[in-house]
């Protein structure tokens, strides 16, 4: 029963953030630069609130794992309890889709750390489209003038 919480609670943190990172996404497009001179302003602006949204998606989501292992699976790190850095840095791996760790996770929590490497492949190709989109523009707009 505790594989399938696990596997609930991760769907459902994906959806959440799923929707966050498409409101935050729609605020960059809202609130960045249409017009571009040709300079690499737009892009560099547009890099740089990416990192930083999914700094915070890193931050956020290494949060939530800490309240699950902390309330739920207690035993879901090898050297429990763990760190919050531990945590984080688990959580990072996972969601940058690297996958390895020199620290072990066991149990349940290893398929909610799954599903957020999925959801962190989706969000980083999400976002690298999106990066590539607007400089399209840009070098478009150079090209054209």
Known sequence: MTELMAMFVGI???????????????????????RSDGSGFRIILTFSTLLLLHV??????????TMVV???????????PPMFQDVLYVTGISFSTLG???IEVVGPFR???MLQSLLGFMLLTWSATFLYSACQQVWQKAKDD
């Open 70 to 80: 902390a309330s739920v699976l207690p035993q879901s790190f090898s050297n429990s």
């Open 12 to 34: 459902c943190a994906a959806i959440v953030m799923g929707i966050v990172h498409h409101y935050a996404l729609s605020g960059i497009l809202k609130f960045s630069p249409q």
């Open 56 to 65: 915070l998606e890193l931050v956020t989501l290494a949060v939530f794992n």
């Open 100 to 102: 390895y760790s020199s």
């Open 111 to 113: 398929l909610l750390l």
